[in-house]
Structure formats: C-alpha cells, structure tokens
C-alpha cells in the first residue's frame, strides 16, 4: 500500500468514491472536494497495486469550514485532529487501508495534539464505523442530530 497526498489527479476518483460512500460520509461537489484539497491539514489516498483503495481528510481548528459536527470540536476542544471523512472502496475493504490511513494521521499530529476526533453515524447506523472506532481506541463524548433530525452522530475522541 502507498500512502502519498492528493494530487491534483487524484480529484475526480477521490469525488467518486466518497460518493459511493454515502450515507456513511456526506455527498459533496468537486468544488468542495477542492476545497478540502487546498485547505485540509490532511489529505492523503492510499493505492493499492496503483489503485485508490481509500482517502482521509483530516482538519484542524479554525478553518472557515460550516460542518455542524466540526464546529462542535471547535467550540469544544482548544485544539484536535478531526477526521472529517474517510473512505475505502469496496475492493480494498478488510487490507487495513482505513488503519493505515487513520495511523498516518495520527503521526502527522503527534507532539502537537493530544486528541483526534471524529463523528460516526448512529442515525442511520454505521454499525461497522463505530465497531472499528471502538476497537481502535475512540469513546464517545457527545451526540447531535444533524440536517434537520435527518442523522444522530455520535462525536468521538482518542487520546493520542
């Protein structure tokens, strides 16, 4: 597996993929998608055999960025990793992608922040997000109902 940043390249597969990833992360537009490129702390994609086999976007605080679940770390932690979305295509599901990508996070903000965050689905469930999340060390520390009662995440928290 290689792990690099997003490239200019990468845009349009990464847009595809976090489409088919619905409802398990939000649909977005390519000027979004962009957006996250230009902005993001992390923006990383994993290749396997070439492939995309996954991607994760990751912030920090401060970003003018209108997430309800990101404002709410914000507002709440005085500094955080959050991974805003993560995503594996289906043929690279159960190769350690999410972990690798996840770890790879993780170091880029070791020594400079002491927790990385993120929001699972509980309405509509995402049962195996949150198994994972739980197996790798994230409790929860909050729930909020999000796009008018439409979702409940629940807010997580790993100390690093």
């Not at 595809?16 to 957006?35: G, K, R, T």
């Not at 790879?104 to 400079?112: C, N, P, R, S």
């Amino acid at each position: 597996m290689q792990i690099s940043d997003v490239g200019a390249a990468d845009i349009a597969d990464v847009l595809e993929l976090n489409e088919a990833s619905v409802p398990h992360v939000s649909s977005i537009s390519l000027d979004e998608m962009h957006w996250f490129a230009d902005n993001a702390h992390y923006f990383r994609v994993a290749r396997i055999d070439g492939k995309l086999a996954g991607f994760l976007i990751g912030l920090r605080p401060g970003l003018p960025y209108a997430s309800p679940n990101y404002t709410w770390f914000c507002g709440n932690y005085d500094d955080f990793g959050y991974v805003d979305r993560v995503a594996v295509a289906r043929s690279a599901r159960r190769k350690r992608v999410a972990s690798t990508l996840y770890d790879d996070f993780a170091e880029t903000l070791a020594g400079k922040v002491e927790v990385m965050t993120c929001e699972v689905n509980i309405r509509p469930p995402n049962e195996s997000s949150m198994r994972y999340h739980e197996l790798h060390g994230f409790t929860r520390v909050a729930t909020q109902e999000t796009e008018g009662g439409k979702k409940e995440v629940a807010l997580l928290e790993k100390k690093l």
